[in-house]
């Protein structure tokens, strides 16, 4: 059965709207930023996937059958600690906010906005062009709502600075004794006794940092707010691209200053180390279901300038084989790189060790398949993380750590990671309980 699609025409400031309906159902994802799907010969404003029709719940290893035999839009998150399962690894830590480990699934509803047009599909076993046009007309009709949050707003942390110096210490005496090059170690920051209301949050933050990989997402009253600039992989066809983002500085108060911090991102020899290692990484793990001779490093230290930050990002591009599923590729690939260390496995072990807290959804995934088998991920980073149900909010945050490392300049690149987070918690009205 293939999905029916009905096209309306433009409606000012619908993607918002869009996810404040979504933040109303029980599930449902809304993805945002001029990233996504750029592949794929087309452009959305936003693209959301609403209910869900079906869900996969069988083995992860078997998910790419139930992708291939469906040719639908398929939703897919991944949290970071599905590499106990991929790689035979543990986590002893707790977490703060329970996303499942996986989920996939195809939603009731597609919604598309694009630039001149908004499309809304569904199948006709289970909906009507005629529940179509009332949908449209309930997202029309939502109204922002300007009470962004009940609770306690005070910045708490895992690590106080002089712990988290002391991991990075830690990890720098791995470094040394030859067991690693490199791990991204991470912190988290946290708010409890929080009423959250995501939909309002996640656009607020949207308009200030539009970065290209950002993310609505509720499930059973998880939430993600995600305004990621990482994409993980692409698969266009048979062609993969993987985007690994290595370096950080901060936007600066002046043009001048802002010129000077874009330049010294350029020109850093740590950060283009730290970037070469994780490229290096990509490349093997892009070699195991690549044609030979077809990885390709297409770009390498290019600085991208955002609303609040300079990143530092390469590209890595290869062809699949043909007889490899492309989700099979990816769970290969997963976790990525940047969020991991090198070696790998060895680094994946390091940070169990060192760190404090399970990372969760953070530094997993989130992503697109499409009816057409191509495939959009993004890398959970720049997120808060919202459990409706024990009212707590979570923020985690990192880099990676080299043996050029100096562990105060990691700190302060971590809160330069954290900042526009942490200004936007600060922003909202927040009332005590």
């Known amino acids: 059965m293939k999905r029916q699609f009905k096209r309306y025409p433009c409606i000012e400031g619908f993607a918002e709207k869009l996810v404040e309906w979504i933040d109303q159902q ?178 607020q933050g949207f308009r200030t940092n539009p970065n290209p990989f950002s993310a609505f997402y509720k499930l059973d009253g998880m939430h993600c707010l995600c305004w990621s600039p990482e994409r993980f992989l692409t698969f266009n066809g048979r062609k993969i691209i993987s985007q690994p983002m290595k370096g950080t500085s901060p936007r600066g108060n002046t043009e001048a200053e802002d010129r000077m911090n874009f330049q010294s991102l350029q020109r850093s020899e740590k950060d283009r180390r730290e970037n070469v290692m994780i490229v290096d990484m990509v490349r093997n793990d892009l070699s195991h279901f690549a044609e030979k001779n077809s990885v390709e490093v297409s770009e390498l230290y290019k600085v991208v300038t955002y609303p609040k930050v300079h990143q530092m990002h390469s590209t890595v591009t290869a062809d699949l084989k043909r007889d490899v599923p492309f989700f099979d590729a990816l769970l290969k690939a997963f976790p990525m790189g940047s969020m991991t260390g090198a070696p790998k496995r060895r680094a994946m072990e390091i940070i169990e060790q060192i760190e404090a807290t399970k990372r969760g959804l953070f530094s997993g995934t989130i992503g697109l398949i499409t009816p057409d088998g191509n495939a959009d991920f993004n890398v959970v980073i720049r997120s808060l993380l919202y459990n409706e149900s024990t009212k707590s909010l979570s923020c985690m945050v990192g880099g990676g750590i080299t043996a050029q490392s100096n562990i105060e300049d990691e700190f302060e690149e971590s809160l330069v990671k954290f900042e526009p987070i942490r200004q936007l918690i600060e922003s909202l009205e927040v009332q005590s309980t």
Not at 85 to 93: A, F, N, T, V, Y
Request: with cysteine.
């Open 26 to 203: 029980p599930n449902g994802i809304c993805l945002r930023g001029e990233g996504w799907c750029q592949h794929f010969n087309e452009s959305y404003e936003a693209i959301a996937g609403v209910g869900v029709r079906e869900s996969y719940t069988s083995s992860l290893l078997n998910a790419a059958t139930f992708i291939e035999s469906n040719q639908d839009y398929v939703f897919v998150h991944l949290n970071y600690d599905v590499k106990n399962e991929l790689h035979g690894l543990d986590s002893r830590h707790s977490e703060r906010v329970s996303f499942p480990q996986w989920r996939i699934f195809i939603p009731n509803w597609i919604i598309k906005v694009q630039e001149n047009h908004i499309e809304i599909g569904w199948m006709d076993d289970t909906h009507s062009s005629a529940e179509a046009d009332l949908l449209i007309q309930q997202i029309s009709n939502q109204k922002e709502n300007h009470q962004h949050a009940v609770g306690q707003k005070r910045t708490q942390s895992t690590w106080s600075k002089e712990a988290y110096l002391t991991a990075l210490k830690k990890t720098l005496a791995h470094i040394q004794a030859g067991d690693i090059y490199q791990a991204n170690i991470c912190q988290e920051f946290y708010w409890e006794d929080v009423a959250l209301h995501s939909a309002q949050v996640f656009n």
